[in-house]
């Protein structure tokens, strides 16, 4: 049974296990194709778009198995987390946790929600699309194999028929 399908560099096409780069335009690459290709170029190799340093995130691929488990937890605590006010007049301002800084953080979870999905959305587009172009590649090496079996037996059986 085949291992089931990795997130991929979009450059090498090897899957990432240890430290990857995310771009500003959801492209993902490993940390050799990003040292050696952003060396020399700031266009994404990808989508061709230019990139500053500021434009990378590196990430580090962790097993899931606490991770997950505190994904719940960690959100809302950041709900619970307050925003710098300059409302220090009313007495309870240091100690009471005010709705709308509850919405900003909200709002911002949605937002990386939103970001995520994307990028996840993007790299199944790209691996399906890379799949596709494999499987037809297959299909035209088939096909052409096909026709090279049908060209020797037609030459057998002419070379029977001549003897």
Do not use: W
């Amino acid at each position: 049974r085949p291992p089931p399908p990795s997130l991929l560099c979009n450059l090498c096409q090897k899957p990432l296990a240890t430290t990857c780069f995310l771009c500003a335009c959801d492209c993902v690459f490993c940390e050799e194709c990003t040292y050696s290709h952003f060396e020399n170029s700031s266009q994404c190799p990808v989508c061709t778009k230019p990139l500053t340093e500021n434009d990378f995130t590196e990430l580090v691929v962790a097993e899931s198995n606490t991770a997950t488990a505190d994904i719940a937890k960690t959100s809302y605590q950041a709900l619970f987390s307050k925003q710098k006010s300059n409302n220090n007049n009313h007495p309870n301002s240091n100690k009471a946790l005010p709705l709308s800084d509850l919405c900003f953080t909200l709002v911002r979870q949605i937002d990386v929600v939103k970001s995520s999905t994307k990028f996840l959305l993007k790299q199944l587009l790209m691996n399906s699309n890379s799949q596709s172009r494999k499987v037809a590649h297959v299909l035209r090496s088939n096909a052409q194999l096909q026709g090279q079996i049908t060209h020797l037996k037609q030459d057998t059986s002419t070379q029977r028929l001549q003897y």
